[in-house]
């Protein structure tokens, strides 16, 4: 895929600005546009849209098809007269800086029920629901019913079910079918209503002139109806427990390296039905979207796999992927694939030569450009390719202030290794004032031969490792990060755009 000119942020549509406590598919979607196209931005780049688990994170879904409920608007669902104002009487008074998953989950969860009673009892919907269905009937049974067998349980682990659930006996499914048909309709209205939303949204933001980049994760969550309906397709043991998990071997950051969690794929079962179940996945993820990087690239062509008793990533040895088999699959179904691969880590030549036969452009991560590894300089502008994307940081990184300013938690460097590389970075960005710090990447990003430049919003505001949106290898208080309309001042509107302008985004 060739890239075209262009600069865009990165910003979760649940730190978006509004009354509910989260971002969400309303109002708050065309305050995002017209900022875009105020400051010369023409990409919006979020993370994954998926059904959110117990640590809130957009990469443990508990489907790789399903919306995530708690993006649902509620302005929207009042204007299908589906809620009326005084709906939200009661609603909870909510942080405006971070997101409380637990209370709005709750909060969302009686506004949602109360807008399903009125579904049930309008004959209108009947039609477009039924339609939606069909469209959805890969994967909304198995999903929907695995909600309502999970609220039943208690929200225990599909593992933990009894075993006839656990293992989907066919008379035991259809009994739970049955049994909790309203809880199955209510899950299947909330990925109706998010459907709808979703491509109004999508209507408004091209409209806008903007291109949405998504984001898919490499793994399943091993709590998912993704594992839980296809439990051949991944490398579990009789009582559903992971054989292998996935996770990245020890680096300079985390010298245990990374445990996720997630169970690999038994590669082999894949193959032996053309990737069948795997293209649909990610053809569910293109749809929804204009571009889709793919998260942890690297593990197509080999993946780190971690015995399942082992308590870290040490113990893990490097297996094979499936190489260009899968994207030969999934071209079979789809010619035109706009992929962007995530090819950060450790990264080898067979890496290398899968991106470079698949025409995909990389990412570049200025804040990874001046440390002391060998391959650091290849995140810096002068090295950059012209078919790329550079960031200033991702998700997983500190914001630009936050990884310049502070002792770091998540690194084994020394203190005299961070300080030359700080020294690195005023002296190559030209910088005299570190306060200034995250505007001299920008600038950087911007003004460099990448094709694509993308910013992270929190970098945008000049915010410090207090709205940092996530801390990989750690387990809690992450995702929550949110700002206000107020915080976007008309001097950093003008800033943004001037540099856009100046550098021909």
């Known amino acids: 895929m060739q890239l075209t000119r262009a600069s865009g942020i990165l910003c979760h549509i649940t730190s978006l600005p509004s009354r509910w406590g989260i971002g969400g598919l309303g109002p708050e979607v065309r305050w995002m546009i017209e900022f875009l196209r105020e400051t010369g931005q023409r990409v919006w780049q979020f993370l994954p849209l998926g059904p959110v688990g117990g640590d809130w994170s957009p990469f443990q879904c508990s489907s790789s098809f399903a919306g995530n409920p708690l993006l649902l608007s509620p302005e929207v669902l009042a204007d ?173 950051f985390q010298e245990d390296g990374q445990l996720w969690g997630d169970p690999v794929y038994a590669w082999d079962a894949h193959a032996r039905e053309q990737y069948s179940w795997l293209t649909s996945r990610m053809q569910s993820a293109l749809d929804r979207v204009d571009v889709l990087r793919l998260d942890h690239f690297r593990a197509f062509q080999a993946y780190w796999a971690i015995p399942g008793d082992s308590p870290t990533a040490k113990r893990g040895r490097w297996a094979t992927g499936p190489g260009i088999a899968f994207f030969d699959a999934l071209r079979r179904k789809r010619d035109c694939l706009p ?34 590894d060998e391959h650091a300089s290849r995140h810096l502008p002068h090295s950059f390719p012209a078919n790329s994307v550079v960031y200033t940081g991702t998700h997983d990184n500190d914001t630009a202030r936050g990884w310049f300013e502070n002792t770091r938690p998540d690194t084994t460097q020394s203190e005299e290794v961070i300080r030359k590389e700080r020294d690195h970075a005023m002296r190559y960005l030209d910088a005299t004032d570190a306060a200034d710090i995250h505007w001299k990447l920008i600038r950087a990003a911007l003004s460099s031969v990448a094709s694509l430049a993308v910013i992270p919003m929190q970098d945008v505001l000049g915010l410090g490792t207090e709205a940092r949106m996530n801390l990989p290898g750690t387990a809690n208080g992450h995702w929550r990060w949110r700002f206000t309309q107020d915080a976007v001042t008309p001097a950093i509107r003008h800033r943004l755009a001037e540099l856009a302008k100046l550098y021909e985004r």
């Open 339 to 372: 992929l962007i691969a995530e090819d950060l880590g450790v990264i080898t030549p067979d890496v290398d030569m899968l991106r470079s036969q698949l025409g995909l452009p990389g990412m570049q991560v200025l804040q990874f450009g001046f440390g002391a």
């Open 80 to 252: 299908d007269g589906l809620l009326r104002e005084s709906h939200w009487e009661s609603y909870p008074h909510l942080p405006e800086d971070r997101v409380d998953f637990e209370a709005v989950a709750a909060a969302k969860e009686r506004l949602c029920r109360a807008a399903f009673e009125r579904f049930r009892s309008q004959r209108s919907w009947g039609e477009p629901f039924s339609a939606f269905l069909e469209r959805a009937s890969e994967w909304l049974p198995d999903f929907s019913l695995f909600m309502a067998i999970r609220r039943a349980q208690d929200g225990a682990c599909w593992w933990r079910w009894p075993r006839e659930l656990a293992e989907r006996r066919p008379g035991a499914i259809e009994a739970a079918r049955e049994q909790l048909s309203d809880e199955v309709l209510f899950q299947q209205f909330l990925q109706f209503s998010f459907d709808k939303q979703w491509v109004a949204a999508c209507a408004m933001i091209k409209e806008g002139g903007i291109t949405t980049i998504g984001d898919l994760p490499f793994y399943c969550a091993h709590d998912s109806a993704d594992v839980w309906a296809h439990q051949d397709l991944f490398q579990l043991d009789e009582h559903g427990e992971s054989l292998f998990k996935s996770g990245v071997p020890p680096d300079l």
